[in-house]
């Protein structure tokens, strides 16, 4: 287990949570950054296994996090499908009848 996994999992509170993915993702926001986010809080939820409280609590302020942080600079850049730019990904959209 990493420390900042572990860190999150004994993290008993949203401002502790912030604390601790702040300094080990960085302030500004970035697609780099929410992976990360995404990454360390899937460990940390595997790790205390999903279902539990614990995974729940995680899950929680990981949703508050990523509205606090990120939803609005997604939106700025243009929403999801700057993402898809961003890693050379090409969009095709199938219109079924």
Request: charged share 15%.
């Amino acid at each position: 287990m990493t420390p900042v996994v572990n860190e999150i999992i004994q993290g008993a509170t949203y401002n502790k949570f912030q604390q601790v993915l702040g300094s080990n993702i960085g302030q500004e926001p970035g697609w780099q950054q929410l992976a990360i986010m995404f990454r360390l809080t899937q460990s940390a939820v595997q790790l205390v296994g999903m279902g539990t409280a614990t995974a729940l609590k995680i899950k929680e302020m990981t949703l508050q996090y990523f509205e606090d942080k990120f939803a609005s600079w997604i939106i700025g850049q243009g929403g999801w499908v700057s993402f898809y730019i961003h890693v050379g990904l090409s969009l095709k959209v199938e219109l079924r009848q």
